[in-house]
């Protein structure tokens, strides 16, 4: 796998709060992705980035924020979080072996309440 | 608009009963069609990478194949330990991953 760690595990929030997860990267490639995952929804792309100067969004970026302060480490931001933003949050990024298939790390399960 | 249809959403089997999921994609310019394996709460796990219509791809009970439209994961004499979620995706040249829904596999022992 490609290393993938996300910080918090598990997070629960008040709504109107901001809330960051992390995610960092140990086999230095340059694309990274934040997916969120809703049950009978699929994963859904949020922002994606290719490059610490390249960030692009995903289908469903409304209310969202990223930050890509190095290579290794991609941040999602909730600036003031809302009830139906609970999901499972999924970071990926490519394995440097294969440039095309993208590794998922654990997850980060956020409630706002 | 790239796009991924799995079927079924639900599946469920005896032990050693064969069967095939499906994913059915558009894509303009297809770079890779992907498939994970999902526990309940765990990040996907990757199973299969297919780049063209004709390759197939084996993996102990699990077998992949890819046609210009579609692909199909194949289990043969499943086990109990094969439940899980089964997720498709696709990208092009943008390297957008798009995902089905999955196919939710249960295996009754």
């Known amino acids: 796998d490609a290393d993938v760690t996300q910080t918090p595990r598990n997070r629960i929030t008040k709504t109107g709060k901001r809330i960051m997860l992390e995610c960092s990267q140990t086999?230095?490639?340059?694309?990274m992705y934040w997916y969120r995952q809703d049950p009978g929804l699929g994963l859904r792309l949020i922002y994606y980035?290719?490059?610490?100067?390249?960030?692009n969004k995903g289908e469903i970026s409304d209310g969202y924020s990223v930050s890509r302060q190095a290579q290794a480490k991609f941040s999602l931001s909730l600036e003031s979080a809302i009830p139906n933003q609970t999901a499972l949050y999924f970071c990926?990024?490519?394995?440097?072996?294969?440039?095309?298939?993208?590794?998922f790390g654990e997850g980060s399960w956020l409630t706002v309440v | 608009e790239d796009q991924v249809t799995q079927s079924p959403e639900a599946l469920r089997l005896q032990e050693g009963e064969s069967s095939s999921l499906n994913c059915s994609y558009t894509?303009?310019?297809?770079?890779?069609l992907f498939w994970y394996r999902q526990d309940p709460g765990k990040g996907p796990e990757f199973l299969f990478t297919l780049y063209s219509a004709g390759e197939e791809k084996e993996k102990e009970r699990l077998k992949a194949t890819l046609t210009k439209k579609e692909s199909f994961l194949h289990i043969t004499a499943p086990k109990p330990e094969d439940s899980a979620t089964y997720l498709c995706a696709v990208t092009s040249g943008t390297y957008k991953y798009i995902f089905g829904t999955g196919t939710r596999l249960k295996v009754l022992a």
């Open positions: 990926a990024t490519p394995h440097p072996g294969d440039g095309n298939t993208i590794y």
């Open positions: 086999k230095g490639h340059d694309r």
């Open positions: 980035s290719f490059d610490v100067k390249d960030i």
């Open positions: 894509v303009s310019g297809l770079r890779g």
